[in-house]
Every structure is written in structure tokens, then in C-alpha cells.
């Protein structure tokens, strides 16, 4: 008696319920040998093998001894060999085998008569890209299978190591994984389904067909996205960018969990993220950095925004609006950076706080263009054991309705605040709330008081410090009062159409310059450290003045050449 084998007239690695069938005369089977002895038919039971020998991944399997009805349970994670299936009935497999190539699936019996009842799902081949610079996925020979020039068969591994190639999808593909170890882009207005996109490091991708099914994003380099993706997306490692027009579900999307890969997410100009979830917490999980980019457009979050989690959350404000109706945390349990560095983020819900380093560390910085706008006030350090960092330089501006609370909950926190050149603060005041780290630095930066009189810092709380690059403030035409030592080696400039008050000694060695329009206000015996510049168009008020007391000591005073100054007596 001959034996055949029968096996699929099917591409290879396709997955299929076999109902179409060749034959070929075959003589020979090998493979560890299914008794179904065990009672359970369970694969993993060693009982239903011959000599309670279970097979490993890479043997080739023989269910021809006994009608199968095997049961592919959880404890079996392998792909064999070769597969031999019995004669006579068909076996009645619950679950999925794997098996090394088409030619290794082939089924004995000694007629053709019924339909299996089970699935094969072969291990996937590799293909390499073979089309040169431009051509079509499915054209023939345009893919390297085995070394050998291959037309694409779905279900396979796409590989791409052709430096800048452009592939057109003429047909929906159905790939296992795609690797781009060189820079390429696909197209086309068909559809591409694969479960892993890698791409190596310092190259870019981009697919600008539509993707569909559950996508994984791995390797250290750059995905680019053109098209709208609803359906599951796990960035797992290096960036994912979304661009034109492109919009992805943020319900239905997933971040790594190994911490030594960092993720980035880009959302271009044009692009938009879909179901933002109200409140929204951008937040790493599993100890993975991550960033998430905004480059444009208007955003609207309708509750509040979390900054923060297991690791170092970061978001880059590049462009465009970004309105939170309610309160904006960063450090929310984790580290947390909020980078302004284009158009501008509002919180616009009044008498809520701003938090930075709510309850970890936590950085806010503005520049260039970037604006922070605050209907409330800004904490900067909140809970126990956090501190917050606010950085303002290069044009960024922030606009606060209410104060700059350093230390807002606890003494346990820390506070800093650098004003660099070309950046502006507005806010009514700065002041240290409960005991702890508070500090204001002048690096050649703006403070102005936004509203109110009174006291533009507390007299002892906040460490008030200016650097060489000195630093203004600005009283905005209103009647302000500097209550406290400021310290440092740089100078400040007084400006605004209104009058500043300076009641207690000063130690910073720079120069106090006296704007055009600007009425400085001194008396009482107060000491500048360094020298006072008047300039045209300026008022030097001596209060509190009696004929025999200095009222003022500086260690120089400078008027201009031309112009004039005021020197008024006891404000008359």
C-alpha cells in the first residue's frame, strides 16, 4: 500500500482551513507519536504521547497512530516541524498549530473526501525588499525570499534595507512585520495590515497608505503616519509622527513598558489626536520616558491635565493653542516637564491653581514665542517632597492672574523660579507660603505686576537673587513696594509709569537704574549696595526726610547728561 500526503495548494505561509488539496506519493513519517492516551487530550500532557514523549519546538508531530481531537491549550508556545495527520477520520483539533514552512503541513490519509476542521498558521518568512528605488509591493520579483528573487505572498515579514525606496500598494497587504533598516516610504491607496512596524535607529519611515488592525511601533528610529488610525496602537519604542491632516484615537492607544526604550509621540501642525479623555493625564507608565509633542493646531481639554507618572513625562508645546478649562498639574506622580516653546498653553478656570511639582519634580519652561497664560495662581512646589523649577528666557511670556506661590502646601518643597533675557513674567506677587526652599532668580528678565499695590514679594520668605545679567521690574504704572533684601552681583532696572517703593536695604552690587516715566521711592536711611543711575524724565522720591539724615546711601549717583530728573521731598 502507497501512502500520500496531501497538502494545500495555497501560497506559502498563508493561514487557511484546507480544503483544496494536491497529492504526491510519499513513503515515509517521522515525529513524536500522539497516543491520546492521557484522557484529556491535552498537548501538554505527556500521557498522550508515545513513551510519554512530548514533543519540542522544531519535532515534527504524527497524529496517524490515533484519531487526534487534540487540544492546543495554553502550556503549548512552540512551532514544530513537519505535521503527519492519520488516516481515515479527520482529526478535530481545538486551537492554532505552528509549523515551519507549507511543504512541512501535509495531512495523511488515504482519501479526499471532507473539509479540516482546523487551522495551520505557518511561521512567517522573511522578504527583502527587491524593487529598487520605486515600484509596486506586489509586482513580481520585486521581493528576495531565501536568496532568491520572490513575489510577495501575504502574511510574511517585510524587510527594507534599500536606502530611500518608494513602494506603492497596487493591493491590500497583509504582512506578519514590517523592518526598515534604511529609510523608505510606502503609498498608495490601499490598505496594509501588520502587527509590528520596527524601525532602526536614526532612520525615518513613512506609510501614507492607511493602515488597519492592531499596529506595535518598535525600534529606536522614527515612524512617520500620514493616514487616520483608529484602531489599536502601541508605541513600544523610539517615535511615532503623525502628520498632514492624520488623527490618532488616544482611547486606543498604548505606551511601552520596558524603561530602557524611551517613546515620542509627534502630532504635526495639521494632525489631531481624537477622544482626548477629560481629565487628561499624558503620563509614562512602567518607568518608560516619554514625550508627546504638539507642533500646532487648537486643543481644547475640558477638565484638567495631568503631566507626570512612572518616569519622566515630558510635553513640547510647539505651536498653536492649547485651553485647559481646569486646573494644569505637572509632576503628577512622576516627574514632569511642561516645555512652551510656541504658541500658547491657558489654564482659564480662575482661583485654581497652576501646579509645578504637585507631587513630584517638575519643570515649566517658556521661550521663544511660547506664552503660558493662568487665569488663577501658579505653585510652584505643592505637596510633601516635591519641587518645582518655572524657567522664562529667549521671549517666553507668562501671565498670571493671581500670585507665584513658592512652597504652597508644605515645607517639605522647593521652589525656583529663573527669569532669563527677553522673558516676562506678570503676576501680582511673588511669596513663599510655608517654610521651605524659595527662590527668584534675575537672569536679565522681566517682572511685572499685574495688578493690585502692595508688595511685589514677601519680606523674607522668597530668596530674591540677581546674576550678572541683571533684571527688571516693572510696576506697571501702579504704586508697588520691594519689602525685602534682594542679593547678587548683577543690577536692576526700575521701570513703569508708577511708583516703586524699595523699604529695606539692598546688598545686590549692580546698578539701580531709575527709567524715563518711573517714580523710585527711597528714605528711611535705606542702603543700595551698588550705584544709582538716574534717568531723564525720572523721579527720585526722598521719604520720611529730616534736615541731617541721609535718607538714601548709595555708593554712587549718576543723572543724565541732558534732561532732567525730579527730586521731591517727603513726596511733595
Sequence with gaps: TVNRKFYPAIAPTQSSSYDTFVTEEWTERTGKKWTGLGGDNKMSNAANWANNDMPEAGDDIDFTIAVPNAEIDANIDATFGKVWLGAGDLPAFTGTLSATAVNDLTRMQTYDTATADFTFTLAAQDFAWNGGAAANWSDVNVWMNADAAATWADNNNAIFNTANATVTLNDNVTANSLAFDAPATIGGAATLTASSVSVASDVTAVISAPTVGALEKTGAGALTLTENRTDVTTLTEGTLALVGTASLDWTQLAFGTDPAKPVTLEVGPDATIANIPNPWKVQSANGVDTVFCKQGGDWLVRDQLYLGGGATASFQHNGGNLTVWGFLSVGEGGTGLLD???????????????????????????????????????????????????????????????????????????????LGRGGVIAAVNAYRKNAGSATFNFDGGTFKKSSGTGDIFDASGVDVVVSANGGTIDNNGLAITIPCTITGVGGLTLSGAGTTTVSADQSYTGTTTVSNGTTLSVGGGVTLAGPLALEAGSTLNLVSYTHGVTPVVASALALPESGTVALTLNGG
Design 340 to 418: 512652551i516653546c510656541g504658541g500658547t498653553v491657558k489654564s482659564t478656570r480662575s482661583g485654581t491653581y497652576t501646579l509645578i511639582g504637585n507631587n513630584r519634580a517638575a519643570t515649566v519652561v517658556v521661550s521663544n514665542s511660547g506664552s503660558l497664560v493662568v487665569s488663577g495662581s501658579v505653585a510652584v512646589g505643592n505637596q510633601p517632597g516635591s519641587s518645582g523649577t518655572l524657567v522664562v528666557a529667549d521671549g517666553g511670556t507668562v501671565s498670571v492672574g493671581g500670585s507665584l506661590i513658592f512652597c504652597n502646601r508644605n515645607a517639605s518643597t522647593s521652589g525656583r523660579v529663573d
